[in-house]
């Protein structure tokens, strides 16, 4: 889809967290922040408010951080429009792209425990990748770093718009994924251009499931998000998410099917490791936390995390886009370089 496209979501319209700049991380014996000036809040709050009321439509809610620790938030809209359900700060929404951060953790886990290298090439843990037609048969094998930073070459989806294969539960992820390769093409010799792909970070999860020797969904859940605490986020529907999933508003003019905007919550085919993740905005100041370096260290040691989020590894042409494991960096006209879960302004209406 098109940046324009993805920009017209409202299922995305929620999650962003305002990071109060941190310095060194807190310890445990240290008082509890500073609450923000209210001045800044009011600010914040009529930034948001401003952009919710160009069309009203979906939910929002945003947080802020400050010292490593969430000290404010507030919910925009309904989670559904029809009953007037009022959206809070325990609503679940589709995360999208922002789940690519978990599957770039998964990648600097195995390499901390030795399971796997960067530089591994692909087929060596999912034979499979070699089901893409070869455009280039000269070309090494692509790497697992090389899907991990959108260098691969490889194109973004299997197709422009509505993706057959980005329909079904996450337990079919896989079995999609394969069906998908045979009809993947390689845009750009791998290694040689920056091309944003979704359809590599899914190759990239299948490959890390095979090298822990462990499911994918069942990884996730016990190295991450429950180290993490992140109690509300979950691959699926589930019962107790089930009342508080926001609904998803398409407000675009293209011929699209009505119903993919729920498509997003946890029935995303092969688009499950890049793309499938409901959570809050609760959770994800935890996964905020830990990228600012406030842990827990169990999950990731802190010199792996400094390394991953200072390797940048390519551009796009005109230099305003790069990519590390997990995340993206994007560097504005004036100079500023703001550091992103994957494309979150490509899918979200929201400011950082």
Do not use: C
């Not at 087929?123 to 000269?138: D, S």
């Not at 040689?192 to 990239?204: A, Q």
């Not at 498509?263 to 890049?274: A, M, R, V």
């Not at 100041?285 to 989020?309: D, I, R, W």
Request: hydrophobic share 40%.
């Amino acid at each position: 889809m098109s940046l324009r496209t993805w920009r017209q979501w409202r299922s995305f319209l929620l999650l962003q967290l305002l990071a109060a700049a941190a310095s060194a991380p807190l310890s445990h014996s240290q008082s509890k922040p500073r609450l923000p000036d209210p001045l800044a809040t009011s600010v914040i709050d009529q930034m948001f408010d401003q952009e919710f009321t160009k069309d009203k439509a979906g939910a929002l809610t945003v947080g802020l951080i400050k010292e490593g620790r969430l000290v404010w938030t507030k919910s925009y809209g309904f989670i559904d429009q029809r009953h007037n359900i009022p959206a809070t700060e325990n609503t679940v929404y589709g995360i999208g792209s922002v789940t690519k951060i978990f599957t770039g953790l998964m990648l600097l886990q195995l390499v901390d425990r030795g399971k796997v290298h960067l530089t591994d090439p692909v087929e060596r843990f999912f034979p499979e990748v070699n089901l893409i037609p070869k455009k280039y048969p000269w070309s090494p094998p692509i790497t697992l770093v090389q899907l991990a930073t959108m260098s691969a070459g490889l194109q973004a989806t299997t197709s422009t718009l509505g993706d057959p294969y980005a329909t079904g539960p996450p337990s079919t992820w896989e079995k999609l994924l394969i069906a998908a390769l045979p009809r993947t093409v390689y845009v750009y010799e791998p290694g040689t251009r920056r091309l944003y792909s979704n359809i590599s970070y899914s190759i990239l999860g299948a490959a890390l499931e095979r090298a822990a020797g462990r499911p994918y969904l069942d990884y996730v859940q016990d190295e991450i998000l429950k180290p993490l605490g992140m109690t509300s986020t979950s691959f699926f529907v589930t019962p107790d998410l089930a009342p508080r999933v926001a609904k998803g508003y398409y407000l675009g003019k293209e011929n699209i099917d009505p119903d993919l905007p729920q498509q997003q919550n946890g029935h995303e085919g092969y688009w499950t490791p890049l793309g499938g993740l409901l959570s809050t905005m609760p959770d994800l100041a935890k996964l905020m936390q830990f990228q600012l370096g406030y842990g827990p260290t169990s999950v990731l040691k802190p010199e792996t995390l400094e390394s991953a989020l200072t390797g940048l590894v390519a551009s796009d042409a005109d230099l305003l886009y790069s990519d590390g494991i997990g995340f993206s960096a994007v560097r504005n006209e004036d100079g500023h370089i703001v550091v992103l879960g994957r494309r979150i302004k490509a899918r979200l209406r929201s400011f950082i």
